[in-house]
């Protein structure tokens, strides 16, 4: 059992890490604006938009719960018990990640959005 901080910043550097792409996928939001714009009829634009806009959120989400998790470490001296973890995870609007908790870490596939690449 891990009973220093380094629970808590591990989780806090991820945090800010995972914080910081996500403001960089919020700054492409003006290319996705133009990208409709020049073809404001096309589904493959509106498709990698929301694409985009998907990422973004995941990324977001996974910033605060990372948060959450050395917040959660903070408290409770550096360790991280399960009940914390829970009580993290079941706060978080990641994609089912409550229920893939509850499932007992059973993997799930996600939902597809379609085809994504990331460079």
């Known amino acids: ?33 133009q990208l409709l714009s020049s073809h404001p009829n096309s589904l493959d634009a509106l498709v990698e938009v929301q694409q985009l806009d998907a990422l973004v959120q995941h990324i977001e989400q996974m910033a605060v719960l990372c948060g959450r998790l050395s917040e959660a470490a903070a408290a409770n001296g550096g360790v991280l018990d399960i009940g914390r973890v829970r009580m993290a995870a079941e706060a978080s609007t990641l994609s089912g990640l409550s229920q893939r ?19």
């Open 1 to 33: 059992m891990i009973t220093d901080r380094t629970l808590e910043n591990l989780f806090l550097g991820l945090s800010d890490e995972l914080a910081c792409w996500a403001l960089a996928g919020e700054g492409l939001q003006h290319l996705a604006g």
């Open 101 to 119: 908790f509850h499932a007992g870490g059973r993997p799930m596939a996600p939902a597809s959005t379609g085809e994504c690449e990331l460079w």
